[in-house]
């Protein structure tokens, strides 16, 4: 067999069975590491009032975790598989979290989340390498884009359960530790369900097992085609898409990929979670009263999935680095308007669209990163990378919080543009163009 098989296919229902699969355990990712947010003011008050320190702790355990589990996991994946390893993270995940629950004590609590955080900084970059191993390139972005959009959701969700349940505290158990509960056993269920799903067969082929590779394609081309859903696909879909890099390309090659990779995600939460961090201190700061910076907030949230499922339907008609420039100049506009007028309208306005601009960026990043590297190569390179989105996510609220404090709203303008600028460079510079490029040819 070989790889052009599986990416001639139409759109089949065992792709979609893959997103959906996909969908829910990224949702369950983002309600997880979503709801620190909560328990921040949750062990804030009474009867919890733990210590700045304890609290710091306890809310950065997760990150910490993911600091290390997104390049140990990644790494493990090419040895193991990508199915084989994304199960065993969801199990993984849902046990951690039931522990956590079941254990309300801030320092076990702690630990818990801790090791939740292995999964959990693990489970992004391994969901987008699986689903561009799988998805054929003509609506693999779409595909990954609506993934993206129905795993928005389950943050406030997840938030507004915790709201919704702590004054109830359903057999004595506490508001905020229903989440966790739910969340892990939705973990072991589509932990299972994954177990049932297809290991990818371009990674099969490239460790050698070309009977099993075979046996996977053949469950493909044996499952049923989505004619309709294909057909509208196709006609918004474009033939550009990049693919992976040669699985012979001189190792010079992967390396400079993997550091432009590096940096790029690296230098992602700096403008993604510095704005939205800080919108809401910078409106009480302009007078704007707590009614109005909460709704603001509130509004911005309902954007990345809105805005994914639309950009989703065109974002495999434009190349991923054309894509990214594109969100990068969005933000930068909505952070123009943001500073350069104090109107209510312009305000929410901009607060939205640099929501939208953050929601389309985030997987267009991951994928164009992801589908930079061979499929041998592609969990160990992406999950490393993350690691230092992860350790940049921990960093922006350690840094900015007491620096806006300081100096004020210009220090937020200054980063945060600062940040846009370096990505655009960054792209236009060192990025890709296509697989042409990736294989050394003339990309003419």
């Not at 996909?22 to 947010?37: C, H, P, Q, R, T």
């Amino acid at each position: 067999m070989s790889a052009a098989r599986l990416d001639g296919l139409p759109l089949k229902a065992l792709h979609v069975a893959v997103a959906c699969a996909a969908a829910v355990g990224f949702g369950i990712d983002l309600l997880e590491v979503s709801a620190s947010n909560a328990l921040a003011a949750v062990f804030s008050a009474p009867p919890h009032a733990l210590t700045s320190g304890m609290l710091s702790l306890l809310l950065a355990s997760v990150y910490l975790g993911a600091v290390i589990g997104a390049p140990l996991v990644g790494l493990l994946a090419d040895r193991v598989g990508l199915k084989r390893a994304l199960t065993g993270m969801l199990l993984w995940m849902g046990l951690m979290s039931v522990l956590a629950a079941a254990r309300p004590d801030p320092l076990w609590f702690s630990s818990f989340r801790f090791l939740s955080g292995i999964a959990l900084g693990a489970y992004p970059p391994l969901m987008i390498a699986y689903l561009t191993a799988i998805a054929p390139p003509r609506y693999r972005g779409v595909l990954i884009f609506w993934v993206c959009g129905l795993a928005y959701l389950a943050p406030p969700l997840g938030v507004l359960l915790i709201r919704w349940l702590t004054p109830w505290q359903p057999f004595g158990i506490e508001g905020w530790r229903w989440p966790f509960l739910l969340a892990g056993a939705a973990a072991m269920l589509v932990g299972v369900v994954f177990w049932r799903l297809p290991e990818s067969p371009q990674w099969l082929l490239q460790v050698g097992r070309f009977a099993l590779a075979e046996r996977v394609l053949s469950r493909f081309e044996r499952s049923r085609t989505l004619l309709a859903l294909d057909g509208w696909f196709q006609r918004r879909s474009g033939s550009g898409v990049p693919e992976a890099a040669h699985p012979r390309a001189p190792n010079r090659t992967i390396a400079k990929l993997f550091a432009f990779t590096l940096v790029l995600y690296a230098l992602h939460p700096w403008a993604a979670s510095t704005f939205p961090l800080l919108t809401g201190p910078m409106l009480l700061k302009r007078g704007h009263d707590l009614n109005d910076a909460l709704l603001y907030v509130a509004i911005a949230t309902f954007g990345p999935a809105v805005s994914t499922f639309v950009a989703g339907i065109w974002v495999d008609r434009v190349e991923r680095r054309i894509a990214a420039i594109a969100t990068c100049a969005l933000m930068g506009l909505a952070l123009g308007a943001f500073f350069g007028f104090d109107a209510r309208g312009i305000l929410m306005a901009a607060v939205i669209a640099y929501a939208v601009g953050v929601a389309i960026y985030t997987p267009t990043m991951t994928v164009y990163g992801a589908e930079m590297f061979p499929i041998q190569h592609r969990a160990s390179a992406t999950g490393i990378a993350w690691a230092g989105n992860r350790i940049s996510a921990v960093l922006v609220p350690i840094l900015m919080l007491p620096w806006f404090t300081k100096d004020g709203a210009r220090v937020v303008a200054i980063v945060v543009s600062a940040t846009l600028v370096a990505t655009v460079v960054l792209i236009l510079c060192f990025g890709p163009k296509d697989a042409a490029t990736l294989r050394g040819h003339d990309p003419r």
